[in-house]
């Protein structure tokens, strides 16, 4: 944590580089951060439910609350998982602790995620969600997403710098996933004997039911979806951490 503080400054660079970079030479700039996820939202939401009638009540809201989890730990992951190789003429020259790289991709992320809660409160409001104390809640959620996004982070940044196929197959990991969590449809609709299995083995379960309750029924989760949500989070956090130090040494012999 000491080392971490003491290389803050470069890590607060490292993110404001990336949104920069990010929305650079953009007509609508950090707007598009807000209007992406309602477009999409909108597309969604006719498409599933008009076509497909999924009879859930203020779907755009629930809608919006699952795209807006997954697509932070899709993104903020995709993009560690590179950060590495990304830079590793300047791991080469000089010495930075290289955890720093993985770590400011995914706050970088973070930032993105706090422009996407804006998209959710215009849309909260115009459909006349009833606000409650327990919206107050959510940054408690965001901070354990965060960290098991970090944690599967550093895994992958680690793990691609030896087998780099991880890249491209994690791409179509992350669609499976998607439709394997109950982002755009109700987890009444799946099997009996296949649903205890993708939802309580499935980390972003914990965290988009967690979101939900407190954003759009107004309540806390039941505490096995709380402390499942920390498990993970934790879990993945020392998997990635125990990883990435075993093998950073290494970096320099495959990059």
Known sequence: MQNLLKYKELIIQLVKRDIKLKY?????????????????MLVMTIVFS????????????YLLTGQTMFNFMTESTTMAIGSIMASAPLIKKTYVPKYIFPVSKV????VN?????????????????????????FPFIIIQIYIFCLGLGLFLAQAVVFFRDIQYIYGVLTTVWMYLTPVFYPASILPDNFRNLVLFGNPMYYYISQFRDVMLYGQISD?????????????????GVWTFKKTQDKFILYI
């Open 223 to 239: 505490y096995r979806i709380v402390l499942g949500g920390i498990g993970f989070a934790c879990c993945f956090l020392l998997l």
């Open 107 to 110: 706050t970088s992320s973070l």
């Open 24 to 40: 650079r030479r953009s007509f609508l700039g950090y707007l598009w951060s807000i209007l992406n996820p309602l477009l999409m």
């Open 50 to 61: 008009r076509l497909f009638r999924f009879d859930i009540p203020n779907y755009a809201v």
């Open 113 to 137: 995620l706090l422009f996407s809660l804006v998209a959710l409160l215009l849309v909260m409001i115009i459909t006349g969600v009833k606000f409650t104390w327990w919206v107050f809640m």
